[in-house]
């Protein structure tokens, strides 16, 4: 094993790592602003794979010119489950909520297997096979953009809670929603706009994995996983948490693939998952009192 190989392999970990912040940050400005546990985000991130998918098969756009349409799409979806499934039930026992979006989830999968079959289809691009070189490292066009994209989003979306009158009404229904309510703040238009935003999130990640990860229906189970051991290691509700999370956890798979089978590779990911619920559940930039 070489030096320039463990690089590679770790530079190529943290570009699948930036995409796999995106996911959770979804994820966890879903639960930080609702308190529920979305368990149909993978079946949103699947989506967002067919979607360009599509996209390139009917409309021949370039594949990450479809991420737009991916957003779009994803929102819009996702504000409709808000607003038709999640918002009756959201002051539900959480064991509800739960079931109601597993079950979601496999509705989900199971109409696009009705509408596509389980076959897996690769999405073929004039520069999948480019490489960029830094002395003897080669990294991947296609990680690298996809890498792009999931950081653009996540910078957005971090300046839109922070800087916007919008983040400050989510955050403000996140910390305290009747005191928001009681400031004139719609608070269940609020949920829409987030949930939507949280679907869009996912749908850009599938979107952006598309060019080399096969799409078939049950693609979001190795996702989804993947982003609640992300939002658990950042803490649960912490967008900046989760952008870290996804950054390690990135790299955590990369030495796995190094030095274990394939098959074994997130192992290593799985292992810090349970040492931090041992030791820190709260996560690593989470709050006791969160």
């Not at 009756?88 to 509408?115: K, R, Y």
Request: glycine share 10%; proline share 4%; charged share 10%.
């Amino acid at each position: 094993m070489t030096l320039t190989f463990v690089v590679e392999s770790l530079l190529n970990g943290l570009l699948v790592g930036g995409v796999y912040s995106l996911m959770a940050i979804g994820l966890t400005l879903v639960f930080g602003v609702m308190k529920v546990i979305n368990f149909a985000h993978g079946s949103l991130i699947m989506l967002g794979m067919y979607t360009a998918y599509w996209s390139v098969a009917l409309l021949h756009v370039d594949p990450y010119l479809s991420i737009p349409i991916a957003f779009a799409v994803l929102f819009v979806i996702g504000a409709s489950f808000q607003k038709f499934l999640i918002n009756p039930i959201l002051d539900a026992p959480e064991h509800n909520q739960l079931l109601l979006t597993l079950g979601v989830s496999l509705v989900m999968e199971n109409f696009a297997v009705f509408l596509w079959s389980p076959d897996y289809r690769v999405m073929k691009t004039s520069y999948a096979g480019i490489n960029f070189y830094m002395g003897d490292v080669s990294l991947s066009l296609v990680r690298l953009l996809a890498f792009g994209f999931a950081m653009l989003l996540s910078a957005i979306i971090y300046l839109m809670l922070t800087r916007t009158d919008l983040g400050k009404a989510i955050r403000a229904a996140s910390e305290e929603p009747r005191g928001a309510l009681l400031m004139g703040i719609n608070v269940r238009r609020i949920y829409l706009i987030t949930f939507g935003i949280g679907a869009a999130c996912a749908g850009v990640s599938g979107a952006a994995i598309t060019p080399f990860i096969p799409v078939y229906p049950y693609v979001g189970w190795l996702f989804v996983i993947t982003a609640f051991v992300v939002v658990v290691l950042g803490g649960m509700g912490n967008i900046l948490g989760a952008f870290v999370g996804g950054l390690i956890i990135g790299l955590a798979d990369s030495v796995g693939a190094m030095f274990l089978p394939g098959s074994m590779k997130s192992i290593i990911s799985f292992t810090i998952f349970i040492l931090i619920l041992l030791f820190k559940p709260t996560g690593l930039f989470g709050r006791k009192n969160a």
